[in-house]
């Protein structure tokens, strides 16, 4: 199983999307400051977490989350 994931910063204006097999611990890394990236944005709060089957399907439905359109879905569950 692979998860797609979006998080909100709470002190700032970002949400990061992502893929992985356990998103708990995954969103547990980036509020631990261990991602570089996302590392300045900290703390943060899920937004969503979807479960899909394969990475492929998993892939693509991150790609759109982080388009222009995936952003404005994911902003208007906050």
């Known amino acids: 199983m ?3 994931y979006a998080i909100k910063s709470i002190k700032r204006n970002y949400i ?4 992985s097999d356990d998103p708990v611990r995954r969103i547990e890394q980036h509020n631990k400051g261990y991602e570089k990236t996302t590392k300045p944005y900290r703390p943060f709060e899920k937004i969503i977490v979807e479960e899909f089957n394969s990475r492929a399907e998993a892939r693509k439905r991150e790609i759109y989350l ?11 569950l906050i």
């Open 16 to 19: 990061y999307v992502g893929i």
């Open 66 to 76: 982080k388009s222009g359109g995936g952003k404005e879905f994911l902003k208007s």
């Open 2 to 4: 692979y998860f797609v």
